[in-house]
């Protein structure tokens, strides 16, 4: 496709539920970025794939998340045992190649934990 | 490591005047600079960005940043404010060594009075 998707758009599950975010970044795009945006938050950086090198995953909150990416190309952030504060936006990043590259951003998953 | 800061969280301004966003940065290597928009219920998408050369940066819809290394900052301004540039800015920072990651400010809420 042209753009960065991301699914589901919308998620609600369970507290204590685990939960798959998917993004499939532009293709041909070495770099993907995941963020969290909580509601009236900035970006909360979560992790960072460039190429084949490991991920920076500096960002992640808790050892309940993680984050793939398969392929060089379609990336799952994998958020287990879901807790309330994890309602959030997630949105999905990817650019051309590095740090000085602009960001393509996908529309973003809304997950809601009850 | 990089930082963000955005003076103001939220700014308001009437359709006509002047726009100013505020955005400083730390970063022990020279930066990358970048401002990005989501407008309501939109993605995020680069206004302009700085990596080298001139100081003075254009973008769209009539931004422009202007990179100060000496102040650490690299303010928005657009010299008249449309209605619909109603929205989010950020500001982000990246380093220059390979596997910095992108660190964005926390946002200004940029609201335009009729």
């Known amino acids: 496709g042209a753009g960065v998707s991301q699914s589901p758009s919308n998620k609600v599950t369970e507290k204590g539920k685990d939960v798959e975010l998917r993004c499939d970044p532009i293709?041909?795009?070495?770099?993907l970025y995941w963020y969290r945006q909580s509601l009236g938050q900035g970006l909360e950086f979560l992790i960072y794939?460039?190429?084949?090198?490991?991920?920076?995953k500096s960002g992640l909150p808790s050892d309940r998340f993680s984050a793939e990416r398969t392929g060089g190309s379609v990336s799952t952030l994998t958020i287990q045992r879901t807790q309330q504060e994890d309602s959030a936006v997630y949105l999905c990043?990817?650019?051309?190649?590095?740090?000085?590259?602009?960001?393509?951003f996908g529309p973003g998953t809304r997950l809601l934990v009850l | 490591a990089q930082s963000v800061t955005q003076l103001g969280s939220h700014v308001s301004v009437s359709e006509g005047a002047l726009v100013l966003l505020r955005c400083n940065y730390s970063?022990?290597?020279?930066?990358?600079l970048f401002w990005y928009v989501q407008y309501p219920n939109q993605g995020l998408q680069l206004l302009l960005k700085y990596t080298t050369g001139a100081t003075l940066v254009k973008g769209i819809n009539g931004f422009e940043a202007e990179f100060k290394k000496s102040e650490t900052s690299f303010h928005l301004t657009k010299p008249s404010a449309h209605m619909s540039d109603a929205a989010e800015y950020f500001c982000?920072?990246?380093?220059?060594?390979?596997?910095?990651?992108?660190?964005f400010g926390p946002g200004t809420s940029l609201s335009v009075i009729p």
């Open positions: 293709s041909g795009h070495t770099a």
């Open positions: 794939f460039q190429g084949n090198s490991a991920p920076d």
């Open positions: 970063s022990s290597v020279p930066p990358y």
């Open positions: 990043a990817s650019a051309a190649r590095g740090l000085q590259e602009t960001q393509y």
């Open positions: 982000a920072v990246s380093g220059g060594t390979s596997y910095d990651k992108v660190i």
